[in-house]
Nanobody, 122 residues
Framework: QVQLVESGGGLVQAGGSLRLSCAAS????????MAWYRQAPGKQRELVAS??????????ADSVKGRFTISRERENAKVTVNLQMNSLKPEDTAVYYC?????????????WGQGTQVTVSS
């Protein structure tokens, strides 16, 4: 099993910055990709950014390119993925979820964090 613990989020004015963190522990060797998704009221959950844990290759939604940066840190039996969010806009307001994807060959479902609220005021 893998445990995900999210931190960060909150209320910020437009143009401000926030940093989200997600610490993964447990059987982290099973993990291939970690990502952040978000879901705004009345909208579908969407991918914000992802990172390959071993190689650090990243992927971003077009709406956040140039403003958000995803990174990862490995320390002993824990992997932490950070999402630095700059130049925030009201449309970034959503619940942000940490996601951890096992290698396909393992055949396990994705793991999800509990979600953290990000609110950007205009």
């Amino acid at each position: 099993q893998v445990q995900l613990v999210e931190s960060g989020g909150g209320l910020v004015q437009a143009g401000g910055s926030l940093r989200l963190s997600c610490a993964a522990s447990g059987r982290i060797f099973r993990l291939n990709v970690m990502a952040w998704y978000r879901q705004a009221p009345g909208k579908q959950r969407e991918l914000v950014a992802s990172i390959i844990i071993s190689g650090s290759s990243t992927n971003y939604a077009d709406s956040v390119k140039g403003r958000f940066t995803i990174s990862r840190e490995r320390e002993n039996a824990k992997v932490t993925v950070n999402l630095q969010m700059n130049s925030l806009k009201p449309e970034d307001t959503a619940v942000y979820y940490c996601n951890a994807q096992p290698f396909v060959t393992i055949g396990e479902n994705d793991y999800w964090g509990q979600g953290t609220q990000v609110t950007v005021s205009s």
